[in-house]
């Protein structure tokens, strides 16, 4: 980790968008050439601050290893991944929802053990088992919505933003599991020794949060 600069591992995608957005409410400042760059770590000293760019799902191994000091994480990842990190800040951006959906056609109660597909594999089989429901759980790394289609499994488990994938592909939501958000996560060894930097950024962006912020550029 940097020792002068706060290392911030952040997502991919419409997360990273919508964080960086909060940080700038917060009064960080960080120009519009940020979003444009290819790099995978990038430094912004005048906003104190390192950047790395990762995977959704790998953002809590960056944090929990200490090769990021703080993170951003859907709450999805953090229940898929058990990551060794505190989660200090629900930053309440690109919300979304766990949800399980079926061709329309499905109807529960006729397997044994229906089969689950899902990229979340510890998350579906915990939810299930909750529920007392034997499952088989069929780990898949995108385009979830195909395997009920081509026949690997009965029924999905995916995010849901707008709906509009499930119902492009023809498949009907069965239920809401889990209401998602994104969390500001942060290393424990790096909560004791860069305290100085890691509280004040906890308190903008929650002042921004609860729209008590303000722009300080």
């Known amino acids: 980790m940097n020792e002068e600069l706060l290392t911030v591992a952040m997502p991919k995608g419409r997360i990273f968008d919508e964080a960086v957005d909060l940080l700038r409410q917060a009064g960080y400042p960080i120009t519009e050439e940020f979003e444009d760059s290819r790099k995978l770590i ?12 990762a995977k959704p799902m790998d953002v809590p191994t960056y944090v929990e290893h200490g090769v990021a000091d703080v993170g951003v994480a859907g709450k999805d990842v953090m229940i898929e991944e058990k990551r060794d990190v505190y989660e200090v800040l629900d930053l309440k951006i690109s919300a979304c929802y766990m949800a399980v959906a079926a061709l ?6 006729g397997e044994v053990a229906p089969k689950i597909a899902s990229k979340y594999p ?7 088992r909750q529920k007392g429901e034997q499952v088989e759980i069929i780990k898949l790394n995108g385009s979830i919505e195909l395997a009920p289609i081509v026949g690997l499994a009965d029924r999905i488990v995916d995010i849901v933003s707008t709906g509009q994938t499930l119902k492009e592909n023809g498949l009907v939501e069965i239920e809401e599991m889990i209401n998602i958000t994104s969390r500001f996560i942060v290393n424990p060894v790096s909560y004791r020794t860069k305290a100085a930097m890691i509280d004040p950024m906890v308190d903008r962006l929650d002042q921004v949060i609860n729209g008590q912020g303000e722009d300080r550029l």
């Open 122 to 128: 510890n998350l579906t089989s915990e939810y299930f």
């Open 42 to 53: 990038i430094d912004v000293p005048e906003a104190g601050m390192r950047f790395i760019l």
């Open 104 to 109: 329309p056609s499905y109807r529960a109660g």
